[in-house]
T-cell receptor, first 107, second 113 residues
Framework: KNEVEQSPQNLTAQEGEFITINCSYS?????LHWLQQHPGGGIVSLFM?????KKHGRLIATINIQEKHSSLHITASHPRDSAVYIC?????????WGAGTKLIIKP | NAGVTQTPKFQVLKTGQSMTLQCAQD?????MSWYRQDPGMGLRLIHY???????DQGEVPNGYNVSRSTTEDFPLRLLSAAPSQTSVYFC????????????FGPGTRLLVL
């Protein structure tokens, strides 16, 4: 079993839809990063969470420490949101990477 | 700030050749890491450094060497390139706190023939 598991692996939605990407992680992971990788390959850090909820624009990230689960939500999705979204767990100052969710938003 | 820079952007090697991938950051970050990303897979940690003069192995260190003589630079050396090292390589840096944002370089695409 992978230490950080994401679902779904692929997600296609229509513009405007509410998007949820899930991440489950194992014991020993103390915080979670959400990152975005653009089709051109660049990687951008979106959030770091150790508890609660964070919001930036149309992006919302939540984490439930007891359930070892985090979600990334995108409201009013737009084609420019198309990218791979990656969650990565922090353990002993190292990042344990999920496999990523490929999101395609169709106009 | 230039952030995290990587050179070259793209490289083709023959099996057995050696080369160095360069990584530099101008944010005075203590932590620097090298990852490889293969198609359909997540990033895998090759080597990392928690400060100048200190390096350690990650998940997939075989075939790679690193050094950290300065805070700014963290080169990755391929000793004898193999086709299995064909990948995209990302360098990243951040400060040492648990909640610090990780910054990534643009990546180096390496093809080993």
């Amino acid at each position: 079993k992978n230490e950080v598991e994401q679902s779904p692996q692929n997600l296609t939605a229509q513009e405007g839809e509410f998007i949820t990407i899930n991440c489950s992680y194992s014991v020993g992971i103390s915080a979670l990063h959400w990152l975005q990788q653009h089709p051109g390959g660049g990687i951008v850090s979106l959030f770091m969470l150790s508890s609660g909820k964070k919001k930036h624009g149309r992006l919302i990230a939540t984490i439930n420490i007891q359930e070892k689960h985090s979600s990334l939500h995108i409201t009013a999705s737009h084609p420019r949101d198309s990218a791979v979204y990656i969650c990565a767990g922090v353990r002993n100052y190292q990042l344990i990477w999920g496999a990523g969710t490929k999101l395609i938003i169709k106009p | 700030n230039a952030g995290v820079t990587q050179t070259p952007k793209f490289q083709v090697l023959k099996t057995g050749q050696s080369m160095t991938l360069q990584c530099a950051q101008d944010m005075n970050h203590e932590y620097m890491s090298w990852y490889r990303q293969d198609p359909g897979m997540g990033l895998r940690l090759i080597h990392y450094s928690v400060g100048a003069g200190i390096t350690d192995q990650g998940e997939v260190p075989n075939g790679y060497n690193v050094s950290r003589s300065t805070t700014e630079d963290f080169p990755l050396r391929l000793l004898s390139a193999a086709p299995s090292q064909t990948s995209v390589y990302f360098c990243a840096s951040r400060n040492s706190g648990l909640g610090e944002t990780q910054y990534f370089g643009p990546g180096t695409r390496l093809l080993v023939l």
